[in-house]
């Protein structure tokens, strides 16, 4: 994924200036910034949900809005940050219908497209839920719903808002450690927004930070997660305390 130039506003007001930003297959990037600094907005336009203001995104060396949506949805898939059920699908139903873009020649979905539901459903921990309306799951089994269809979609570029939202902690580490390995084993390229600054140093290779006035600053997670970037960045002060072979990040008092 090639970002050239891009610019993204809301009204008045600029969220990003001039971004050139590359993702490359086997990365994982996470995107930080304080609320309203256009992380959100950035995602959904990545997606191709947003019309480009100005700038491109390529995608395989094609714009983004050269794809067909078919296509497309092979390629990148999205988690948003929130969801309404409106209708009583079974979660296994939910994750079956991320397979619609494999579905050329079939209207019903086949034993290929069962077998990726399943396993995505184990792969969450959520397989016993299968059967079980959405709408009587808990807000954290209804996300690790959601990200089971993410991984049934089986797209190359995976863009997560948020995913360890409503997570209880084991949830959280393990749902973490399942996009790094994603990334280091089948070369998918992750970008995700994050506001635990522990989680995603834990898995990031890569980090995008949105200044809330149009700058940006992009690189490598150790370049990028010092504590001088990261406090103008999110607007305070932060310290950085190393306990052994690991790194915590924690605001002063």
Not at 45 to 74: C, F, H, N
Not at 91 to 98: C, K, P
Not at 227 to 246: A, D, K, W
Request: overall charge negative; glycine content about 6%; aromatic content about 6%.
């Amino acid at each position: 994924m090639d970002i050239r130039s891009l610019h993204l506003s809301v009204g008045k007001r600029v969220l990003l200036r001039d971004l050139n930003w590359q993702v490359q297959p086997g990365e994982c990037w996470c995107i930080i910034g304080r609320n309203g600094a256009g992380k959100s907005t950035l995602l959904r336009t990545l997606a191709g949900m947003r019309t480009v203001e100005s700038g491109q995104i390529y995608l395989q060396d094609k714009r983004l809005q050269d794809w067909p949506l078919t296509q497309l949805a092979r390629q990148r898939s999205f988690l948003p940050q929130a969801r309404a059920d409106a209708f009583g699908y079974s979660a296994l139903d939910t994750v079956l219908s991320a397979r619609h873009p494999y579905q050329d020649v079939h209207y019903w979905e086949n034993s290929e497209d069962m077998d990726f539901a399943m396993a995505a459903l184990a792969e969450l921990d959520v397989a016993d839920l299968a059967e079980r309306d959405v709408r009587s799951l808990s807000g954290g089994e209804r996300q690790r719903v959601a990200i089971a269809a993410l991984l049934a979609q089986d797209a190359r570029w995976m863009l997560l808002d948020e995913p360890a939202n409503a997570l209880d902690l084991g949830h959280q580490v393990s749902v973490m450690q399942l996009f790094a390995r994603l990334c280091r084993e089948q070369d998918k390229a992750v970008i995700m927004v994050s506001h635990d600054l522990n989680m995603a140093y834990r898995i990031a290779t890569h980090a995008l930070l949105l200044m809330g006035d149009g700058s940006w600053l992009a690189g490598p997670a150790e370049d990028i997660f010092k504590v001088s970037s990261l406090s103008t960045c999110l607007g305070h002060p932060i310290e950085r305390i190393t306990h052994g072979e690991h790194s915590l990040f924690l605001p002063q008092n």
